[in-house]
């Protein structure tokens, strides 16, 4: 029996989320759902059995870390990590702070998989 895990991933950029959901259904235990922004996210929250969630930074409307707070506000330990191309260092502290469980920082070099901190 393979257990599937409801991945919420939230990015505005559509090719991104596209990319990601393909990328994560690989796979198989992930079962992915997509919200091109944080308040169709938070609406998703609330009714899709969502087990862990991967959100982009820079979003119109509210960003990640606003994401992240009203997540964190009803739900303390849905695992969330932080997916973004920008790669300021006072972001990533600034996710930690309120709560993300890993940060990863797409882009880099090309054939890198760039940076992945996680909160020690």
Do not use: W
Request: aromatic share 8%; charged share 20%.
């Amino acid at each position: 029996m393979v257990l599937t895990i409801s991945v919420l991933y939230v990015n505005d950029e559509s090719t991104l989320l596209e990319i990601g959901k393909g990328y994560l259904e690989q796979t198989p235990e992930f079962a992915v759902t997509t919200a091109p922004s944080a308040s169709v996210a938070l609406d998703r929250l609330k009714s899709d059995g969502i087990q862990a969630i991967v959100s982009g930074y820079p979003m119109p409307g509210m960003d990640g870390i606003e994401f992240l707070k009203q997540v964190r506000a009803t739900d303390k330990h849905i695992p969330v990590i932080m997916f973004t191309g920008t790669c300021r260092e006072e972001i990533a502290i600034e996710a930690f702070e309120n709560g993300a469980d890993f940060y990863l920082q797409n882009g880099g070099e090309p054939g890198t998989n760039g940076a992945i901190l996680r909160e020690t």
